[in-house]
């Protein structure tokens, strides 16, 4: 069986349509101290997912 995520609130899509992915840690969106992300896979399917994390 696959299931396919769909962000259901609007702040959940913003979020994921922007370029650069932020972490909340302490109190605000900051990037990756190194700058790079790496593609969110599915561990089920094995597919990459929507997001680069």
Avoid: C, N
Avoid at 16 to 42: C, M, N, Q
């Amino acid at each position: 069986m696959t299931l396919i995520f769909e962000p259901s609130t609007p702040g959940a899509k913003a979020f994921l349509a922007k370029p650069v992915k932020r972490h909340w840690i302490g109190g605000e969106f900051v990037p990756a101290s190194s700058g790079k992300t790496f593609a969110a896979y599915d561990p089920a399917s094995g597919q990459i997912g929507r997001a680069h994390v």
